[in-house]
């Protein structure tokens, strides 16, 4: 699985007391959001007369240097990391995306995923409009805009919210006026935070860590934040019974040191593996995560079952991508290039092997059979997130359900494919109680089939019809 993207703005009020420009801490903080996007990066920013941007495919230290920073002058800016859930993979979707209008100039980053953009773009082509993209972002421009020409920025935001079906955090500039916005239900994080000189919001608190600013507090669902003369407005625009809160933010996506919407992340997963180990208990000789992710839950599993922590595997952090060639024997290359295994802590030991989920099993079958192949005498798979039975609609690249292994085979048949003496997986109650918020202000549709929103061929949460409701 992987996220689409994170967004960052900043906007410093006295560049005169802080010499660092708003473009390097916008790449600063995007390097810290690299983990949620790694296909494109882009920043835009405002000298007060007019937008300048650069962006590109790749990392963001491959696409930006040290000249690109200089020439992005002003003391506003937005940017993005990105992988593709919606849209093609080309320099086209790259974010943020800048649309010119009479009155200004709009640029937007987005993090999330429409359900109804498709819709939603074809009747602003009928209208005339005219896309250079295919993605979500470019869509949500066209709508703020045609509003702006008609009302202020907390209306025109208002009402294109009111004609939006999914997911979205957004970072908006209307010419040199940023704007932070997170949808009515809260699917994906967006948090704000002051640094020197100014203010910064992003897609996780990590990033403001960065920049040596303070957490202040989440953008709430259906909160549009607008900074303004050094001051932050806040205006709830939409105010839901019930949130839908993404759990694989917590279970995979967020960094652990992330705080969202109050949890740490590494608190949550430490109790995912304290759950994980009370419901699944077994006899064994080492408890060993599956890097990175699994980590911090293994060491939660250790605690409670008091069964040695012991790393078997150490993945390569300086890889990027890898160029398969075909042929299993390639295969199994470019998984040792990720990862190996560490014989020696391994040999006659049964081990307890952690991860965060199981997706098609391709992938765990590869790592169990590389720790039996280091002389495991018995492997047994846990995993800090119920069965994934259905797919993601609301901005997670998941697999169809052809493809999601537990959609179509039990407990025992997932642990037939991947080779494992036993698997356990985590159950709904015990990954709910480990992230500490209401069930009801979580989103489980991939873990469920019901989703909090409407989605064409697929059911709707019974217990909580979500609607729109504006706040009086």
């Known amino acids: 699985m992987r996220e689409e993207c994170g967004v960052v703005g900043v906007v410093k009020q006295d560049a005169n007391s802080h010499p660092v420009p ?8 995007l390097y810290a959001l690299q983990h949620r996007g790694q296909e494109s990066s882009g920043i835009s920013v405002h000298n007060g007369r007019e937008p300048r941007a650069f962006k590109g495919m790749g990392l963001v230290p491959e696409v930006f240097n040290k000249d690109d920073l200089v020439e992005l002058k002003g003391n506003v800016g937005i940017g993005h990391v990105r992988y593709s859930t919606s849209g093609d993979s080309k320099i086209e979707n790259c974010q943020p995306f800048i649309v010119t209008y009479k009155s200004g100039t709009v640029a937007i980053a987005h993090n999330g995923n429409l359900v109804n953009g498709m819709d939603l773009r074809n ?3 009928a209208e005339g409009h005219v896309f250079v993209a295919n993605s979500d972002t ?3 421009a066209h709508l703020l805009v045609k509003e702006l020409l008609k009302h202020e920025p907390p209306e025109a935001m208002r009402n294109v919210m009111k004609v939006l079906n999914g997911s979205y955090s957004l970072v908006i500039m209307i010419d040199d006026l940023l704007m932070a916005v997170r949808d009515p239900y809260g699917f994906k994080p967006l948090c704000i935070g002051e640094i020197e000189s100014g203010y910064a919001v992003a897609s996780e608190s990590v990033a403001i860590d960065t920049l040596n600013g303070s957490l202040i507090r989440d953008v709430k669902p259906g909160e549009l934040i607008i900074f303004r003369d050094g001051e932050i407005e806040s205006h709830q625009l939409f105010n839901e019974p019930c949130c839908a809160h993404c759990v694989f933010e917590y279970v995979y996506f967020a960094r652990p040191d ?3 919407d109050g949890q740490l992340v590494y608190r949550v997963r430490e109790r995912i593996g304290e759950h994980l180990s009370r419901e699944h208990p077994v006899d064994a000789d080492m408890v060993s995560p599956v890097p990175d992710s699994g980590i911090t839950s293994a060491i939660g599993y250790s605690r409670e079952s008091h069964i040695d922590y012991e790393e078997s595997l150490m993945k390569n952090r300086y890889i990027g991508r890898t160029f398969i060639l075909p042929g299993q024997a390639m295969r199994e290359t470019a998984v040792r290039l990720k990862m190996n295994t560490i014989d020696e802590n391994i040999k006659g030991k049964s081990v307890v092997l952690v991860d965060d989920s199981i997706v098609r099993g391709t992938t765990s079958r590869r790592i169990i059979d590389m720790v039996r192949k280091a002389g495991a005498n018995a492997v047994h798979a846990r995993i800090g997130s119920p069965p994934i039975i259905a797919p993601c609609y609301l901005g997670i690249d998941m697999s169809s359900r052809d493809e999601l292994i537990a959609a179509h085979k039990t407990v025992s048949g997932v642990e037939a494919v991947i080779n494992a003496d ?15 918020l209401d069930r009801d202000d979580l989103c489980l549709g991939c873990l469920t089939g019901a989703y909090p929103v409407d989605i064409p061929g697929e059911q709707t949460c019974q217990r909580r019809q979500l609607k729109l409701h504006e706040f009086e």
Do not use: K, M, R
Not at 22 to 29: C, F, G, M, N
Not at 422 to 436: H, K, T
């Open 22 to 29: 708003a473009a390097l801490q916008i790449y600063y903080a």
């Open 422 to 436: 036993s698997l356990g997986y985590l159950s709904i109650d015990g990954l709910v109680s480990a992230i500490g």
């Open 138 to 140: 470019e869509v949500i």
């Open 123 to 125: 009747g602003l082509e």
């Open 258 to 260: 992330s705080i969202i």
